[in-house]
Every structure is written in C-alpha cells, then in structure tokens.
C-alpha cells in the first residue's frame, strides 16, 4: 500500500519537474522581451488593406508643423544617421544610392541632376514641403507606391520632425 502511495506521489514529483523544465527551457530559447519596433521591413502595407491601421495610427500624432515647433535639430542629426548610408547632407550635393538632400526641403520631387529617380517618384509631382517629408519618411513606399527607397521608414512622429529640422537647418 505505502509502495503505491510513494509510486503515486514519484509520478506527480515527475511530471511537475518535467513542466517546470519545459517552461524553463522554453522562456530560455524563446526570448519573452517585447519588440518595439518591427526587425524587418514591413512589406507594403496599403495593397494587404493595412493601410488603413497605418492612417490610423498617424491619425494619432500631432501635425507636422506642431512637431516641427519642438524639434531638435542636435537629435535629428544622430537620427538622420539611419539614412547616410544612402543619402548625402553635405552641400556638395553627392549623390549616392540615394540622390542628395541637402536642400531638398521645398525642392520639386525626383529634382537632383544626375540621379536615376524611380518612375514612381519623378511621377509623383509636387515638392517636399513639411506635409511630404513626413509622409514619404514615415512610410515611403506608402507615399511613393512603387519608389526604389528601401528603407522601412521612420516609425515615430516627433523622430521625423527632428530629421526634417535637421535637413532645413542645413547650410
Ligand atoms: C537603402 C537606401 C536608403 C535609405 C537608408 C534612405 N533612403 Fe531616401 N532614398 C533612397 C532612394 C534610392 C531614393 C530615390 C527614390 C526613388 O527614386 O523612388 C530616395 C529618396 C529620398 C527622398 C526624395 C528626394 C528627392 O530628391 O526627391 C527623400 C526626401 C529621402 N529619400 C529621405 C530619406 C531620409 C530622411 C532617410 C533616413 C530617415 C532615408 N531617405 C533613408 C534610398 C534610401
């Protein structure tokens, strides 16, 4: 009878090691860390009908010439790191995998010589006033259906408008 017993409690001792070991293994291989930010480029959310999440979600931010009131210039310098690997910001105006952007803000749109612009953009007409910088910035291929910018974008609305302070302040 107590041989039962004890056989009994072994096997419910067993199985609560066996499932405290699962958990523990399994927090240890799948990190429970919350991400902030998407690890990859989102693919192109308006022909998934998710652009209408994404309107949404801009709905939420103040406008642009409200965040460009409180930007910081020094901030938006390190942001604009995320796109020197494709753009210029010295007054040379060199381009690179991307055209220059030293003065780009109130230029027309696909405008620096010498740049092999996308259809999509060099179609898309207009200038970059603040309203198109932050757009094309948050989300460009939301923007520019159809750019050849690979980049996923600038999720947060007060980054963007440091970056697009730091591109107006540039001399
Ligand atoms: C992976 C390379 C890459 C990165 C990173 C990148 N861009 Fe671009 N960008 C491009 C390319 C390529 C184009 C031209 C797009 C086209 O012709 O459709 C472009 C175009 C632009 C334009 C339009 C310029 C014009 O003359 O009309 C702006 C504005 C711009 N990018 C801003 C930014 C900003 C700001 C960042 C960083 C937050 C950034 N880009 C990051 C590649 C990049």
């Known amino acids: 009878m107590s041989n039962e017993v004890n056989k009994i409690a072994g096997a419910i001792l067993g199985m609560a090691t066996l499932a405290m070991g699962v958990g523990f293994f399994s927090g240890a291989l799948v990190s429970p860390k919350a991400m902030t930010q998407p690890g990859y480029a989102l693919p192109d959310a308006t022909a998934a009908g998710g652009g209408a999440a994404v309107a949404a979600k801009e709905e939420a931010v103040e406008p642009i010439a409200k965040r460009l009131a409180s930007a910081d210039v020094a901030k938006g310098e390190t942001a604009a790191k995320k796109c020197v690997s494709c753009h210029s910001f010295t007054p040379d105006k060199k381009n690179g995998t991307g ?73």
């Open 99 to 171: 055209p220059a952007l030293h003065g780009v803000a109130g230029r027309d749109k696909g405008a620096v010589a010498g740049f092999k612009y996308s259809s999509a953009m060099t179609g898309k007409g207009g200038k970059w006033d603040d309203e198109a910088l932050d757009a094309f910035i948050a989300n460009p291929k939301a923007y520019v259906s159809g750019t050849s910018m690979g980049f996923a974008g600038v999720a947060r609305g007060d980054e963007r408008a440091n970056i697009i302070a730091y591109i107006k302040s540039l001399k």
